[in-house]
Nanobody, 124 residues
Framework: VQLQASGGGLVQAGDSLRLSCAAS????????MAWFRQAPGPERDFVAA?????????HYADSVKGRFTISRDDAKNTVYLQMNSLRPEDTAVYYC?????????????????WGQGTQVTVSS
């Protein structure tokens, strides 16, 4: 599966953005989908994940709970990340990722497919 992330931009603290990740190829419903982010530095941090098919299982990083919402539209082969009440510390490159079936996990090591990343910058 190939992933294409979009929707990043420059916003002010308190604003909202919605990221999209469009997947090409078949069997999108069989992939767990996730968002990670990387601020300047070596670490890529988990943000949110949603399980394959109906998305019955969702995980969030503590830092984004209550502000971010992950969702998927299997008819459009797309996963979304709605980001509200953005903070300067949310500034990062956001990556979408996919893993085939099984239990939805939060470690980047469990994801085989990655999009190219989209920059989100939040000014104070």
């Amino acid at each position: 599966v190939q992933l294409q992330a979009s929707g990043g931009g420059l916003v002010q603290a308190g604003d909202s953005l919605r990221l999209s990740c469009a997947a090409s190829g078949r069997a999108f419903t069989s992939y767990n989908m996730a968002w990670f982010r990387q601020a300047p530095g070596p670490e890529r941090d988990f943000v949110a994940a949603i399980s394959w098919w109906r998305g019955d299982t969702i995980h969030y990083a503590d830092s984004v709970k209550g502000r971010f919402t992950i969702s998927r539209d299997d008819a459009k082969n797309t996963v979304y990340l709605q980001m509200n009440s953005l903070r300067p510390e949310d500034t990062a490159v956001y990556y979408c990722a996919a893993s085939w079936g099984g239990i939805v996990r939060i470690s980047q090591r469990d994801y085989n497919y990655w999009g190219q990343g989209t920059q989100v910058t939040v000014s104070s």
